[in-house]
Nanobody
């Protein structure tokens, strides 16, 4: 079992940056591949980025490639999402998630644990 708590969301102007953090409880954080997902009002949840247990593999949704970077610090039980050049269409609640397994995947159904989310609002 792992509990996830996101932070770092907020209001930012288009073109700005935010860094999301997701702190995980427990001593087995390095056992989990991690992912970031988002859900805008009235929309389905979509994948954003994912990282393998060791951080050696990362994958991104096409909509954020080149702008967002996922990373993790297993010593701090934390995964990050650096978001640059933010656009109004990035506005959503952002969730981090953990899955039992090594490989990174953008498939939400593969994840076992979810945080409660943090709001990101990008104004034009």
């Amino acid at each position: 079992q792992v509990q996830l708590v996101e932070s770092g969301g907020g209001l930012v102007q288009a073109g700005g940056s935010l860094r999301l953090s997701c702190a995980a409880s427990g001593r087995t954080f390095s056992s989990y591949a991690m992912g970031w997902f988002r859900q805008a009002p009235g929309m389905e949840r979509e994948s954003v980025a994912t990282i393998s247990r060791t951080g050696g593999s990362t994958y991104y949704a096409d909509s954020v490639k080149g702008r967002f970077t996922i990373s993790r610090d297993n010593a701090k039980n934390t995964v990050y999402l650096q978001m640059n050049d933010l656009k109004p269409e990035d506005t959503a609640v952002y969730y981090c998630a953990a899955r039992n397994g090594f490989a990174a995947t953008l498939r939400a159904s593969e994840y076992n644990y979810w945080g409660q989310g943090t709001q990101v609002t990008v104004s034009s």
